[in-house]
C-alpha cells in the first residue's frame, strides 16, 4: 500500500514565477491538507481539500490556490512567487472524521 | 502568543537517560494532541496521540493535562535512533494540525 506521494521532490523558481506542486493520497483516504515548513519551524498549515472543495484556510495569501480531483489527489498553486516562499512543502491526506494525518515527503522549493 | 509552543532546544543527552519535553497550549478549544517526530530532512511522522489520561508506547510516555493546557512527553532509556526533532500538535478542529516550532534531540554515544 503506497503511501503519500508528492512531486517533484526539488524544485528552483525565480521570483514572479507560477508553481504546481502534486501530492496522492493514501489510498482510501479522501482529504488532503497542506503545509509550508520553513527552515526550523514547524508546518503552518495552509488549506485542506475535501470532496474537491477547500473546507478551510490557514493564514495564507490568495496566492496561494489548491485544488482536488475526483480521484482525491491534489494540487497546490503559488503565482507571484516570492523569496519567503522558499520551504517545504508538505501534503498530509487523512480519512475525514479521524483524527491521524500520513505526511508525504515534501516538496522543497527554492525561489531565488 | 502562539498557539502551540515548544522549548526549540536542542536538548543534548547521553545514551540510556531520560528525557522530558513540554509543551503548552493556548487554545482552550483544543480537541486532540499528538506528538510527530521529524528526522532531519525528511516529513514528520505520528510518533503517538496524547490523552488525558496518560498513554504508553514502550519508550515513551505522553501526558495531558487540559486543566493546565500542558502536554508532555517523556522518553526512557534513549537510544542513539531517537535523535529527532519532536514536533508537538494539536487539532482545535476540523482536522486542521497546529504544530509547535519543535524541540531537537541529540542523543550523544
Known amino acids: 500500500d503506497a503511501g503519500v506521494t508528492q512531486s517533484p521532490t526539488h524544485l528552483i523558481k525565480t521570483r514572479g514565477q507560477q508553481v504546481t506542486l502534486r501530492c496522492s493520497p493514501k489510498?482510501?483516504?479522501?482529504?488532503v491538507s497542506w503545509y509550508q515548513q520553513a527552515l526550523g519551524q514547524g508546518p503552518q498549515f495552509i488549506f485542506q481539500?475535501?470532496?474537491?472543495?477547500?473546507?478551510q484556510r490557514g493564514n495564507f495569501p490568495d496566492r496561494f490556490s489548491g485544488h482536488q480531483f475526483p480521484n482525491y489527489s491534489s494540487e497546490l498553486n503559488v503565482n507571484a512567487l516570492l523569496l519567503g516562499d522558499s520551504a517545504l512543502y508538505l501534503c498530509a491526506s487523512s480519512v475525514t472524521g479521524q483524527e491521524t494525518q500520513y505526511f508525504g515527503p515534501g516538496t522543497r522549493l527554492l525561489v531565488l | 502568543r502562539k498557539e502551540v509552543e515548544q522549548d526549540p532546544g536542542p536538548f543534548n543527552v547521553p545514551e540510556g537517560a531520560t528525557v522530558a519535553f513540554n509543551c503548552t497550549y493556548s487554545?482552550?478549544?483544543?480537541?486532540?494532541f499528538f506528538w510527530y517526530r521529524q528526522d532531519c530532512r525528511k516529513e514528520p511522522k505520528l510518533l503517538m496521540s496524547v490523552y488525558s489520561s496518560g498513554n504508553e508506547d514502550g519508550r515513551f510516555t505522553a501526558q495531558l493535562n487540559r486543566a493546565s493546557q500542558y502536554i508532555s512527553l517523556l522518553i526512557r532509556d534513549s537510544k542513539l535512533s531517537d535523535s529527532a526533532t519532536y514536533l508537538c500538535v494539536g487539532d482545535f478542529g476540523n482536522e486542521k494540525l497546529t504544530f509547535g516550532t519543535g524541540t531537537r534531540l541529540t542523543i550523544i554515544p
Open positions: 487554545n482552550s478549544a483544543s480537541q486532540s
Open positions: 481539500y475535501y470532496e474537491e472543495e477547500e473546507r
Open positions: 489510498s482510501g483516504h479522501d482529504t
